[in-house]
């Protein structure tokens, strides 16, 4: 068990369903990051959060939509996704931006 | 822009050979980081290591040795002895003066007993 904890692991979804993913630390880290992890693809970072404020959304389709309600949660709201959405998503936190990263095992997203 | 090249897609051994990581990395800045993660079947990218572009010099720690090479932008990565539970993803990443990290497309390893 790593210090960052994603649920669920694994998530089906059809095109038309409204979940959302979860991440949680308690390493006293003050930044948060989502990753997209698609087969043959580098890791691809979609947002980041530091105190809570986003810093970054990489042109992410805006059928994603994260939120920070405080520094040990982030989630990623999911809605209308296309089957090529489907990926292991990764969460990660680092003490501060820039710090070394530690990351969930990741959800595994199947949108059928 | 930076970028991370990792040649290699799969690599198979069998166990106790050593396996070689190579890769290459692209950046204007001349401070950056690079790591080295492992990714097990399980999913979660576990740290291996971090080196500033400051210091070239190479690293063991156990099986695992690092070789830092400024001259020709690589950073690779040998396991000795292989093991079975050796097996998994392995990625290099690159980081600039941001907090960015720039991934390789990641080198499977399979060990076979």
């Known amino acids: 068990e790593t210090g960052v904890t994603q649920t669920p692991r694994h998530l089906v979804m059809g095109m038309t369903n409204k979940k959302s993913l979860k991440c949680e630390q308690h390493l006293g880290h003050n930044a948060m990051y989502w990753y997209k992890q698609s087969a043959k693809k580098p890791l691809e970072l979609m947002f980041v959060?530091?105190?809570?404020?986003?810093?970054e959304n990489n042109s992410v389709p805006s059928r994603f939509s994260p939120e920070c309600p405080n520094s040990s949660h982030l989630f990623l709201h999911l809605h209308t996704l296309q089957p090529e959405d489907s990926a292991l998503y990764l969460c990660a936190s680092s003490q501060d931006l820039g710090g070394g990263y530690t990351f969930g095992s990741g959800t595994r997203l199947t949108v059928v | 822009a930076q970028k991370v090249t990792q040649a290699q897609t799969e690599i198979s051994v069998v166990e106790k050979e050593d396996v070689t990581l190579d890769c290459v990395y692209e950046t204007r800045d001349t401070t950056y980081y690079l790591f080295w993660y492992k990714q097990p079947p399980s999913g979660e990218l576990v740290f291996l290591i971090r080196?500033?572009?400051?210091?070239?010099q190479n690293e063991i720690s156990g099986r695992y040795s690092w070789n830092f090479q400024k001259s020709t932008s690589s950073f690779n990565f040998t396991i000795t002895a292989s093991q079975v539970v050796d097996s998994a993803v392995y990625f290099c990443a690159l980081m600039v003066d941001d907090y960015k990290l720039s991934f390789g497309a990641g080198t499977t390893v399979t060990v076979r007993a």
């Open positions: 959060y530091s105190l809570e404020e986003r810093v």
């Open positions: 080196r500033n572009s400051f210091d070239e």
